[in-house]
């Protein structure tokens, strides 16, 4: 069991004199196997809370709880520890490395788990035939269209089996019949390995997939569908 | 480790003419790290070789008058006659070789128009042909020498212009303090390629040398030859214990002599080592460039790495391998070019006759400089290499992993 709750997130910026509040009480409960999204105008705060949620930010204030673990005031080292063990990440521009074959790309993933150990060429392989990309793992991200870099992505993110995947825009640089593709890929995989996805979209079509949608406006929740 | 490896080796690829420009100086560095240590060990090995085999032997029993700083060569001063006890010390002795007396002054060579100043050595030519090899460098091939037979260094005979059989008169002063002259006859010459003995030294039998200074038996001194496993060491201090009777006499050994030349040798190489300190650090500037020039093009790329939770010991780790390798790649080259140059240096070396001339370049050696070669020095220049390599990214390295995610995932 995995819920995540996050709990009157308050987020400040601060530009020049002026602090600008991107994130205003914000508190939602997510439980595990969710496949959530989160929509809203640019400037709504979607990305500043995927970057609290997903660790790589600090709240102004509130809480972020990982079932009982609440996150918030961990220095560095322990969230990327945190990261490193239990959140994926996937990119609106894929964010591969170009000097590594889709199987590296993978399996950077778990070289930089402490833990790593180096009997995970199954582990690679299957993740990459669950996302229907096993027959290009030689290839260079170069050599790979928008839709297979997104593939191998999402594949980067899932194969340490983290509890949480979380998703900037994942279709915004696809096509419509690529972006179809890429989300029923991710959500295939919430089904397949019960695993929660957040993912922020402009995107009608995208929103379509999840089972809850979450509006922003201005920094504050409007409307949970 | 081996994924990083790869990958620090596919990154360095990235840009390919910048690494190869990074790499040059690396190259370049350690290739002459290794050059100048293979000629500096040769001169040092050559001239230690030159001192031993042509000046000192392997120690020498003088006077206690004698110093090696003012070199004085007055008999009356230093000559000394060796005690019977001494003689069979040295001939029952297991570690000795050989040994020879010389008898050594200054004096003037002149064929009657040109006078030149010179070393007079007066010698027993049979022990002494064991004890140096002086003799081995010998043209024509001299048996033995009588009195009145002379055989000169080989740059005292291009000075005079002359040939074998010449007649030549050398001058000098008498233990009696009175100037006196004795005619020779020229019977062969040496080349040693020891400037000491080729450009001033004439040897004349040891008795003819004993009549003209009226000295008797006194000697200058007693060279001795220990064989090839025999540490100087221990015989020194077996040595001392007989010497204890004999207050007037030391012994002075190879080492003594070569002080100056250990001197130079590590001043030369204190020098030579801060030019190539300079072109390294040139090669480590060159890399903590290119490893920032990396880190900026590729932020996005660590960002992203970061997110996934890459530890900061990881991200840094990946640019350390970076420079090591850039670090490991020149040196490996320079390792190459370096290792190539010595071997030619050790086996041909190079000629500086026409450079140095007359010169004294504090060795003695005149002509071919020849070099060392030595795998451990070649390996402790690559190490050294690679080493800068680390040291110089570690810094930008840094610069990776203090930026803040969110600004460098934009």
Known sequence: MQDIKVENIVKDYKVGDVVVRALNSVSLEIKKGSFISIAGPSGSGKTTLLNIIGCLDQPTSGNLYFDKENVVGYDDNKLTYFRNQNIGFIFQDFNLIPVLTVYENVEFSLAINPKFNRNHKKLVEEILDMVGILDLKNRFPKELSGGQKQRVAIARALVKKPILVLADEPTANLDSENAKNVMEIMRKMNRDLNTTFIFSTHDKLVMDYADDVIFLRDGRIVEKV | ?410
């Open chain 2, 1 to 410: 480790m081996v994924f990083w490896i790869k990958l620090a080796f596919k990154n360095i690829f990235r840009s390919k003419q910048r690494t190869i420009l990074t790499l040059i100086p690396v190259i370049f560095g350690v290739m002459l790290l290794i050059t100048m240590f293979s000629l500096l060990d040769g001169l040092n090995r050559d001239s230690i070789n030159n001192l031993i085999n042509f000046e000192t032997a392997s120690l020498k029993l003088v006077s206690k008058n004698f110093s090696l700083s003012d070199k004085k060569l007055d008999i009356n001063e230093i000559g000394f006659i060796v005690p019977e006890e001494i003689i069979k010390f040295l001939i029952n002795s297991d570690m000795v070789e050989s040994f020879t007396y010389e008898i050594v002054f200054i004096g003037n060579l002149s064929d009657g128009l040109n006078k030149l100043p010179v070393l007079i050595k007066g010698i027993d030519f049979n022990s002494y042909k064991k004890t140096y090899k002086t003799f081995d460098m010998s043209f024509s091939k001299i048996e033995n020498f009588d009195a009145g037979s002379i055989v000169v260094g080989s740059d005292i005979l291009k000075y005079f212009e002359i040939n074998t059989d010449s007649l030549l008169i050398i001058q000098s002063r008498t233990s009696g303090g009175t100037f006196d002259a004795f005619d020779t006859k020229l019977i062969g010459y040496v080349s040693t390629g020891n400037p000491n003995i080729d450009r001033t030294t004439v040897f004349v039998s040891i008795d003819q040398a004993r009549n003209f200074l009226n000295v008797e038996k006194k000697v200058s001194n007693v060279s001795i030859k220990l064989k090839k496993n025999g540490s100087l060491y221990d015989f020194v201090k077996k040595f001392d214990k007989v010497l204890s009777k004999y207050p007037d006499l030391k012994l002075v050994t190879w080492e003594d002599f070569a002080f100056e030349i250990k001197a130079i040798d590590s001043a030369k190489k204190y020098s030579g080592g801060i030019i190539i300190f300079v072109i390294l650090i040139i090669g480590g500037v060159g890399i903590a460039n290119t490893i920032l020039l990396s880190i900026y093009e590729r932020f996005k790329e660590i960002g992203t790495m970061r997110a996934m939770g890459a530890p900061n010991q990881v991200i840094l780790k990946m640019f350390v391998f970076e420079g090591a390798l850039i670090g490991l790649i020149g040196s490996l080259f320079g390792m190459l070019l370096g290792g190539l140059i010595s071997l030619y240096l050790y086996r041909v070396g190079l000629d500086f006759s026409g450079v140095i001339g007359d010169m004294d370049i504090g060795y003695p050696i005149k002509s071919i400089f020849r070099g060392s070669f030595n795998l451990i020095s070649i390996l402790q220049a690559g190490i050294f290499g690679t080493f800068i390599g680390v040291l110089a990214s570690f810094y930008p390295a840094r610069r990776a992993i203090r930026e803040n995610i969110i600004r460098i995932l934009k």
